[in-house]
């Protein structure tokens, strides 16, 4: 079964929705601006910025208004209830520059070269998102120019140094608990992890 049906299946959507008010808690809000641990991410205005796995939104709307109505967010999450969750918030805060989708970050069907800033907040390290397959997509996707921004919880399990030994990203800085990487030119022309 893929990432797609698992997401609208009732039960999965079921179990997942007690972390789904975890996510939107007003105690995580004030323990972890969402927009503190975005400016480690180094968005700017008029970019085009890929939010995997956005949950119920928590950095989403936030997201959204540091790249500015020129810029364009697209948030992928796999289970239905919550993409629909924060389609509604999108709605409701006014935002133009959004667009969810309900699919799965290893096939995300975007263009090739298409992405600014890819952003991967709390979704690693996860069974579901495997980073031998993960990194390539990222890296297929991001212009030549483009970075990746990781945040890691409750434990970064290694993911950094993953991320530098697949030789598609280079690190750029750690800042507000953000890890920021480059894409670079992978190995050989190819985008696969050794």
């Known amino acids: 079964m893929g990432a797609e049906q698992l997401g609208k299946s009732r039960l999965l959507n079921l179990l997942f929705k007690p972390a789904g008010a975890t996510m939107e808690s007003r105690l ?21 910025v890929l939010e995997v796995g956005s949950g119920t939104g928590f950095f989403t709307l936030a997201a959204a208004e540091m790249i500015g109505p020129s810029g ?15 389609t509604q ?38 069974p579901s998102l495997p980073l031998d397959r993960l990194l390539p997509e990222m890296h297929r996707v991001l212009k030549p120019d483009g ?22 990203f280079t690190g750029l800085s750690k800042k ?4 920021a990487f480059e894409r670079c030119e992978a190995p050989g022309g190819s985008a696969s992890l050794k």
């Open 28 to 48: 995580r809000r004030w323990l972890m601006p969402p927009e503190k641990t975005l400016r480690g991410a180094g968005l700017k205005p008029g970019q085009t």
């Open 72 to 86: 364009h967010l697209i948030a992928i999450e796999p289970l239905a209830d919550y993409a629909a969750r924060v």
């Open 89 to 126: 918030k999108v709605r409701a805060a006014g935002l133009t520059n959004v667009e969810v989708l309900c699919r799965d970050a290893l096939d995300t069907g975007l263009d090739a070269a298409s992405i600014d800033n890819a952003l991967l907040f709390g979704v690693i390290p996860f």
């Open 147 to 168: 970075s990746l921004a990781v945040w890691l919880f409750p434990t970064t399990a290694g993911v950094p140094t993953a991320i530098l030994r697949s030789g598609l």
């Open 176 to 179: 507000h608990g953000v890890y």
